[in-house]
T-cell receptor, first 111, second 112 residues
């Protein structure tokens, strides 16, 4: 089964600063990769998903972007963070038709 | 568009009693229904899933039932224990995991 590495676990960034969160997957090839965000006490919001290298689909318009430079690497970025970007960011992986599995997440606080 | 409604938003049960969480979905083409458990501060983890060709699935104290006609599915937890306290999310999909539509979550509280 696949292992999802996500870092850092926690991050505190000032408003207007850039962001880069990285996710790598082991134990599988050609996975579907996802970035989810969860605001405090709220549900799961799909931000981006990717079915292959360089293929990114955006679900929510915002100041975030995603890239997939390698088969098992997925990066979430922002040029300038907003206060509303605070939340719990979860990378997820699936190899259809197997279920979706989440990484341990990054808790981002924008101050 | 597609929608999944989850009820209740909060459920408090006595330890040892059963808990039931229900989700309804709008897209009749949905054919995959997973349930995830999220403990405080941790990632959601899959606890059970069901596909539309099955009406019920059990795994020890956990079961999921699916009513395709009524377009709803439910999570049943029997003999609840303190470690069952968490937020539970349902989801529905008619295709791949990137087409999952999520419920808003149910906070389950197990009272000692």
């Amino acid at each position: 089964s696949q292992t999802i590495h996500q870092w850092p676990a926690t991050l505190v960034q000032p408003v207007g600063s850039p962001l880069s969160l990285e996710c790598t997957v082991e134990g599988t090839s050609n996975p579907n990769l996802y970035w989810y965000r969860q605001a405090a006490g709220r549900g799961l919001q799909l931000l981006f998903y990717s079915v292959g290298i360089g293929q990114i689909s955006s679900e929510v318009p915002q100041n975030l972007s995603a890239s997939r430079p390698q088969d098992r690497q997925f990066i979430l970025s922002s040029k300038k963070l907003l206060l509303s970007d605070s939340g719990f960011y979860l990378c997820a992986c699936s190899v259809d038709p197997s279920p979706l599995h989440f990484g341990n997440g990054t808790r981002l606080t924008v101050t | 568009g597609e929608n999944v409604e989850q009820h209740p938003s909060t459920l408090s049960v006595q330890e040892g009693d059963s808990a039931v969480i229900k989700c309804t979905y709008s897209d009749s083409a949905s054919n995959y229904f997973p349930w995830y458990k999220q403990e405080l501060g941790k990632r959601p983890q899959l606890i059970i899933d069901i596909r539309s060709n099955v009406g019920e699935k059990k795994d020890q104290r956990i079961a999921v039932t699916l009513n395709k006609t009524a377009k709803h599915f439910s999570l049943h937890i029997t003999e609840t224990q303190p470690e069952d306290s968490a937020v539970y999310f349902c989801a529905a999909s008619f295709g791949s995991n990137y087409q999952l539509i999520w419920g808003a979550g149910t906070k389950l509280i197990i009272k000692p």
